[in-house]
Every structure is written in C-alpha cells, then in structure tokens.
DNA sequence: GTGATAAAGTTAGCTTGCTAAGTAAAATTC
DNA sequence: GAATTTTACTTAGCAAGCTAACTTTATCAC
C-alpha cells in the first residue's frame, strides 16, 4: 500500500527532474547555437567520427528519421559534413568540423554544471547507492 | 575525482530511465488513442475540471500554446471541451465529457503498470531511499 | 474617460521525438 | 543471372515541447 505511494513520488520526481533538467539544458545549449539531443549525438563523434548513421541511431537509442533530421541540421551549421561510404553506396559517414570539434569544451563544461546543480550536497555514499538504484531501475527497463 | 564519475552515470541513468519511460508509456497510450503529456493534463482534470488554461500550465509546468494546442487535440477526440468564462472573456474553462472521465481507470492502470516494471524488486527500504534522494535532487533544480 | 499596461490565450514556426512509406543499394535465394 | 529480400537512409506527417509575435480583454494610471 505505501509502497505505492512512495513509488509513485519517485516516479513523479523522476519526471519532474527529467523534464526541468531538459529544459535548463536547452535553454543553456542555446548560446552554443545547439539543441538538447544534438549534443549527445556530438559527444559520440568527439570520441570518434566518421561513424554511420545508423551506429549514431543504435548509440543514441533513436529511430532513423530522427538522426537524420538532426545529421542535418548540424551539417547546416557547419558542425558536422557527411561523405558517402567508398564500399557500400547506402552508407553515410558523419565527421567532426573543426567548429564542431571546439564545441567539445564548451558543451562538456555546461554538461558538468548541470551535474553539479544536480547532485548538490548529496554525499559520496549516498552517490553510490544513488548509482546503484538508477542502475536497478535502469536494468529494469531493458 | 571519482564523484564525478558516478555523477557522470547517475546523469546518465536518468536520462536513459526517462527516454525509456517516456516512449514505453507513449506506445502504451497509444490503445487509449493518447499521446504522452495529455495523460498529465487529464490527471489533473480528474481532481477537478473546470479550471482554466493558466492553471493548466503552471500546474504542468509547461508554456501557454503547449497547453493550448494539447486542450485542442484533447477536444478534437471527444476528450474534453472548452468554455469561456462567464465573468472574463479572456479565460477558457476546461472540462471533462463523459468520454475523458472514463479514461481514468484504463491511464491510472497503465501508468501503475509502468511504476511497477521500473521499480521492481527494490525493497521498500531502498525505495524510501531513493524518494529522499529523488526530492533533493528535485529540490536543487527549482 | 482615455491611453498605457498586463493578462489569457492563440497563431506561426522551430526542435527532437515518433510512425509509415518510399528509394536505392546490397545480400540472399533459387 | 534474375528475382526477392534485407539494409541504410530519406521524406512526409504527426506529436509535445519551446520562442516570438499577435489579438482580445481587463486593469491601472492619470
């Protein structure tokens, strides 16, 4: 009976973090001239371009469309180019920018505020449980 | 050093957690002819309809013309209607058709369902836990 | 009473998300 | 080798989100 209560507050603050913390986000990445979704597809070129499309979709957990709409989007603001696969015809690689790659600092920098924002004054050992939990409900999920 | 780390993962989590949640429930709300985010908006009508579009977005915490265009779909299936106040032409009263009442029971099932999946197998112990740590966090970002 | 300001909602347009349907290329089957 | 199936991406259209600008109504200041 209370556990369902208490289940229901997590789930409620849940979304309630997740939809204010998207917001904030955006409205910060704004300045960098990029949209919430479009950094996390960049954090996985700055580990290692001229990946496909479709490994981005299987990276990012999002359908084909969706990355194909935001591939474009970031090729029109210079961050990204896109080149044809030489083997394989149906391929698109993606590839960093110079202006794309010095995005890195500055969006890992607004990434680590908000984790600061996020997790003030919680202790290292309540970080560790946290941790632990997020995992459970994560592995529940998939 | 190390927190950042498990910041890093719990932030991650997150926002991994709620995509997750976010489409399951969206696919799941599709046999209720709903898209997620109305379920919100019709839970609060559910405590009492007839209250207005202003409370609707400071309740949802979302912008005007989101609630505008949701009030309108909402209307358009047969959900909802609309009516203006008697003492301020300004303000639309939002209520419930018989047909937005019925939907209770089928949402509150399926979003019990959900908190279940995402919950399952964490003690009641843990779960208080984790509610304490779910209101800090929320509290640092309003 | 008039003009200025504020409030409530709307329209237009953008985004990341999705599904459905389509095109082109590659792989598989016979 | 031809036909069929699968794969990679694209287009079109929908949604909830947002911002900017707008219209209408009410309130306030003078």
Chains 1, 2 share one sequence.
Not at 116 to 127: C, G, T, V, Y
Request: proline share 3%; glycine share 4%; with cysteine.
């Amino acid at each position: 009976m209370n556990d369902n209560k208490v289940g229901c507050d997590i789930r409620e603050s849940l979304d309630k973090i997740s939809s204010k913390m998207r917001r904030d986000y955006s409205e910060s990445l704004r300045e960098l001239n990029l949209h919430v979704g479009q950094d996390k597809l960049l954090a996985r070129l700055w580990l290692g371009d001229g990946i496909t499309q479709m490994q981005l979709c299987e990276h990012l957990k999002c359908e084909p469309p969706t990355v194909t709409n935001m591939v474009k989007s970031l090729e029109l603001n210079g961050f990204i180019y896109r080149k044809r696969d030489e083997q394989d015809a149906r391929v698109m690689r993606i590839y960093l920018t110079d202006k794309g790659k010095q995005l890195e600092e500055p969006v890992d920098l607004k990434w680590k505020q908000q984790q600061a924002k996020l997790l003030h004054s919680i202790s290292p050992e309540e970080l560790l449980i946290l941790r632990e939990l997020m995992k459970r409900m994560e592995r529940n999920l998939f």
